[in-house]
């Protein structure tokens, strides 16, 4: 089992940044998937971002392709999301999800960012919100 609590949510104003971080805590292994995922109420969810830790190979949605930096710190387990240039339509809850990868062989981002939702465990969300 891994636990995951994010932070770093809050209030900005348009182009402005905002920094979130996930800490796992649990069965860590060496390999797995982190990403990020972002739900606004009766709305469907959305993919953000997905990283796998063991070679850093990172995937974006293209609505924050270039605006959104995703990284990983392995000593301290601990996953990121530096969000730039955010607006408005960023306003979400954003949401931490994390996979053991326990099969052999390189995993990409992408491939991260797909298992993820249906296979991962989240966290229990922080709020984004982004005023024009």
């Known amino acids: 089992q891994i636990q995951l609590v994010e932070s770093g949510g809050g209030s900005v104003q348009a182009g402005g940044s905002l920094r979130l971080s996930c800490a796992a805590s649990?069965?860590?292994?060496?390999?797995?998937?982190m990403g990020w995922f972002r739900q606004v109420r009766g709305h469907e969810r959305e993919g953000v971002a997905a990283?796998?830790?063991?070679?850093?190979?990172?995937y974006y949605a293209d609505s924050v392709n270039g605006r959104f930096f995703i990284s990983h710190d392995n000593a301290e387990n601990t996953l990121y999301l530096q969000m730039n240039s955010l607006k408005p339509e960023d306003t979400s809850v954003y949401y931490c999800?994390?996979?053991?990868?326990?099969?052999?062989?390189?995993?990409?981002?992408?491939?991260?960012?797909?298992?993820?939702?249906?296979?991962?465990?989240w966290g229990q969300g922080t709020q984004v919100t982004v005023s024009s």
């Open positions: 999800v994390a996979l053991l990868i326990r099969e052999a062989g390189r995993k990409s981002g992408n491939y991260c960012y797909t298992r993820l939702p249906a296979s991962g465990t």
């Open positions: 649990g069965d860590t292994s060496s390999h797995y998937c």
């Open positions: 990283i796998y830790n063991a070679t850093g190979s990172q």
